[in-house]
Nanobody, 120 residues
Framework: QVQFVESGGGLVQPGGSLRLSCTISGPITVSETIFMYIMAWYRQAPGKQRELVAHVLNDGRSNLADSVKGRFTISRDNGKKTLYLQMNSLKPEDTATYYC?????????WGQGTQVTVSS
């Protein structure tokens, strides 16, 4: 069974930085096929719907939500089948559980996510 595995979250003070990583588990041929497509980071804050944070094409071109532009960077290493989210100048409103998935998301691939808490 294929699933995304997120890591790198934690507690950070406002203005701090974190780097999230996402890998894919499962049969090699299936996981490689899945990772070929557009990949994305999503987040869900308590009491809110899950939202798209950023997505990146296979060639590295990316797009970010207005709320994180200039602060977050999404990237991918296709050889390692790993997705990254570099988060700088973090704000309390960035507090959420962060998930990776394809774009558009496939419900069967959601992982456990990684918790990011921005607080002083």
């Amino acid at each position: 069974q294929v699933q995304f595995v997120e890591s790198g979250g934690g507690l950070v003070q406002p203005g701090g930085s974190l780097r999230l990583s996402c890998t894919i588990s499962g049969p090699i041929t299936v996981s490689e096929t899945i990772f070929m497509y557009i990949m994305a980071w999503y987040r869900q804050a308590p009491g809110k719907q899950r939202e798209l944070v950023a997505h990146v094409l296979n060639d590295g071109r990316s797009n970010l939500a207005d709320s994180v532009k200039g602060r977050f960077t999404i990237s991918r290493d296709n050889g390692k089948k790993t997705l990254y989210l570099q988060m700088n100048s973090l704000k309390p409103e960035d507090t959420a559980t962060y998930y990776c998935n394809r774009f558009p998301a496939e419900s069967e691939y959601w992982g456990q996510g990684t918790q990011v808490t921005v607080s002083s």
